[in-house]
């Protein structure tokens, strides 16, 4: 009941942050935007996942097939919002298999504190509140997944992991590196098992493994290169220092190790990003690191890579190490609370004061440092602290009506920020656009100064005599095409 209650505030509480993001155009990026069209175009356009921001189908950039899974559930209320609901619910219910496991190994106490602390972690709270992702949908089947494992339920342990590997290409590295640690587990940790028990986790583990380097190499060299008729380019896109192709990174960072302490020395963030993962649980991960070991992999994509979000807490990327940290924290307290000798009531008493540390660490990082609404800011006048969270005001509440009003047949072209409020339809497009039927923009946003084809080509189709002026107030300007009939009026 108490777990359920948890869920349920956390579900509540998020997805009302996630919304007023989204409705106050507060989103960083058009990921919202391409995602709410990609999954309207599969439903209603046949188009397999299209969007206009990518050019084509999602799967051109990412192999995401966990959206096919997803997709039942948004033809219920086909909506942005529906989307944002299943992603915060999804990682909410993380909650669950995070309390079985502290509870199997500490105590049902410790579950509901395991789980209180996985609703109050503050990176969670950032791959939630960033925008909807196929990585957030990570986080849950790798925390089931380990469940399944430690009860020997082997065939819903492998459920999950092909979940997990459904969700995006590089989560088949943590995948490989989890079915070493199984094999690690087997030889090492398993002392008390059969030799054909012994054998049978070694060759699960050795399955995993090869399952998931080989679905890496299909995904990278064979199903996106098919929907985008080239190259995958992102390893060179971000780690082109390192090397051409992830093997040649790989083997270059094992070679030369001085490459990551100076990556660590050339920006300090990663060194914050690192302690931000391990801080709010007192660093108990550390103490169950052949499981945190899992993490390392991905780890190191986030770390060494050129793209600084990508070691930021307060983005997508560190949902596939959140597992692998709780569990490896859950073990470490349960190896600080059995060291030395002492009666059952002893041991309680020291779980207690182990889980005291990660209890007040975890509330103050979630209070301090939370990328979310959550966080608190000092003021310098009374009541000295405030919650900031986006809010509707009445500009942006203009661009939500006017976004209502166009044609659903109507092709647009707008920016960042208004994108996602016009998903819902196939010729929308993020960016300065020719031949749309209408053009939308707020000049007052970043997305329009910071793109210099606005303001250059915007007044070039106008004097051409292209496009007409049809609503200009508070910064937000809507243009339609000349010729066009049966234009909208957007000034009622």
């Known amino acids: 009941m108490i777990l359920t209650l948890f869920i349920v505030i956390y579900t509540a509480v998020f997805f009302f942050f996630a919304c007023m993001r989204s409705l106050s155009s507060c989103c960083g990026d058009a990921d919202l935007g391409l995602f709410g069209q990609s999954f309207y175009t599969t439903l209603f356009c046949g188009d397999l996942f299209f969007n206009t921001y990518e050019g084509g189908s999602h799967f051109q950039m990412h192999n995401s097939p966990v959206f096919i899974l997803l997709l039942p559930f948004y033809a219920i209320h086909p909506s942005l919002y529906t989307l944002l609901f299943i992603m915060t619910f999804a990682l909410a219910l993380g909650a669950v298999p995070v309390y079985l496991i502290a509870s199997e190994k500490l105590s049902e106490r410790a579950g509901l504190v395991f789980a209180a602390l996985y609703l109050l972690y503050h990176p969670l709270h950032g791959v939630n509140y960033e925008q909807f992702h196929e990585l957030a949908f990570v986080v849950t089947p790798l925390l089931f997944s380990y469940y399944f494992f430690m009860k020997r339920r082997l065939s819903l342990f492998w459920l999950c992991c092909i979940i997990a590997m459904l969700c995006k290409e590089e989560i088949s590295i943590s995948l490989a590196a989890y079915g070493a640690y199984i094999c690690y587990h087997a030889l090492v940790e398993c002392r008390d098992i059969t030799p054909s028990e012994r054998k049978r986790l070694i060759a699960h583990g050795c399955a995993l493994a090869a399952l998931s380097m080989t679905y890496l190499y299909l995904s990278l060299y064979v199903i996106i290169p098919y929907f985008r008729g080239g190259a995958y380019t992102y390893v060179s896109g971000r780690y082109g220092e390192y090397g051409g192709s992830i093997g040649k990174v790989a083997l270059n960072l094992l070679v030369h190790p001085q490459l990551v302490f100076r990556a660590f020395w050339d920006d300090v963030a990663r060194v914050h990003y690192v302690v931000e993962l391990l801080l709010p ?43 692998f940290i709780f569990i490896s924290a859950i073990i470490g307290a349960e190896k600080l609370m059995r060291r030395g000798t002492g009666t059952d009531l002893e041991r309680s008493r020291k779980l207690r004061r182990i889980l005291a540390f990660p209890i007040v660490l975890t509330v103050l990082c979630a209070l301090f440092l939370n990328p979310s609404p959550l966080r608190l800011y000092f003021t310098g006048a009374p009541p000295f602290v ?45 960016g300065f656009r020719d031949g749309v039927d209408y053009i939308f923009v707020d000049t007052r946003s970043r997305w329009y100064t910071e793109h210099a084809a606005w303001a250059r080509d915007l007044p070039r189709l106008v004097e051409e005599g292209k496009y007409i002026e049809i609503y200009n107030s508070d910064y937000i300007k809507i243009y339609r095409r000349a010729d066009l009939k049966n234009a909208v009026d957007f000034s009622r």
């Open 281 to 323: 649980l007192a660093f108990l991960s550390l103490w169950g690191f052949p499981v945190l070991a899992i993490a390392v992999p991905n780890l190191m994509i986030n770390i060494m890579s050129s793209y600084s979000t990508m070691y930021l807490t307060g983005s997508r990327y560190p949902s596939a190490l959140i597992a």
């Open 386 to 430: 405030e919650i900031r969270y986006p809010r509707v005001i009445p500009h942006q509440q203009t661009i939500l009506d006017l976004a209502a009003k166009f044609p659903e047949n109507a092709s647009i072209a707008t920016q960042s920020g208004i994108y996602h409020h016009l998903c819902n339809r196939k010729e929308v497009y993020c």
